[in-house]
């Protein structure tokens, strides 16, 4: 596609339910990001991804939070037995390289809006 | 901990006026960078600023930055409706490959 899609837009779940976002980057980029931005807040890092190699997990709030991108194409943010401060707006990034080498810009999507009840 | 603010949090302005929003961030760092966000939408690129005095303009909207003061300025010239968005800096921590840390954001509504 055009640009960086995300899965699905919207996601209600019951606390302590199990969820997955998924991340489709723009095809061939190499960099991709995830970050959560809460209600009114700048978004927060996450964890980054080059091809496959998870490079950066600090982010990660709990060990509840898993990520993955298996074959260096598609992500999946996996967010276990979600609690309500989970709540918030999950947004992608992907580049065609690394953006602090190249000064090139991060494409985000977006978004999927968790609300867990 | 580096941390970003942002000034003002909010901004209500006519068309047709100039105003500036201001970034301050709290350690050493040589990229700054500027997003724009619609409701509902993605984040959208708008600057990236890479060094001391780095001024860019694009259309009504000017950023520039100051890493000695660590201070980022985005200045609107004779404001539009279209305009009307949340804008973020965001800071590229030296030393780290690949952390943004953002600010809070600054709403933008201009008013016809």
């Known amino acids: 596609g055009a640009g960086v899609s995300q899965s699905p837009r919207y996601k209600v779940a019951k606390r302590g339910q199990d969820v997955a976002l998924r991340c489709d980057p723009i095809?061939?980029?190499?960099?991709l990001f995830w970050y959560q931005q809460a209600l009114g807040q700048g978004p927060e890092f996450l964890t980054y991804f080059q091809n496959e190699a998870q490079l950066d997990k600090s982010g990660l709030p709990s060990d509840r939070f898993f990520a993955e991108r298996p074959e260096g194409s598609v992500s999946t943010l996996k967010i276990q037995r979600t609690q309500q401060e989970d709540s918030a707006v999950y947004l992608c990034?992907?580049?065609?390289?690394?953006?602090?080498?190249?000064?090139?810009?991060?494409?985000f999507g977006s978004g999927t809006q968790l609300s867990v009840l | 901990e580096l941390k970003v603010e942002q000034n003002p949090l909010f901004l209500s302005m006519q068309e047709g006026k100039n105003y500036t929003i201001y970034c301050n961030y709290s350690?050493?760092?040589?990229?700054l960078y500027w997003y724009r966000q619609d409701p509902g939408k993605s984040l959208e690129s708008l600057f990236v600023l890479l060094s001391n005095g780095a001024v860019k303009q694009e259309g009504r909207l000017m950023a520039s930055l100051d890493t000695k003061a660590r201070l980022s300025t985005l200045h609107i010239t004779a404001a539009v409706h279209d305009l009307s968005a949340t804008y973020f800096c965001a800071v590229d921590r030296v030393g780290t490959a690949s952390k943004l840390t953002f600010g809070t954001g600054t709403r933008l509504q201009v008013t016809l």
């Open positions: 990034a992907s580049s065609p390289s690394h953006p602090r080498l190249t000064n090139e810009k991060l494409f």
């Open positions: 095809s061939g980029h190499v960099s």
């Open positions: 350690t050493t760092s040589d990229r």
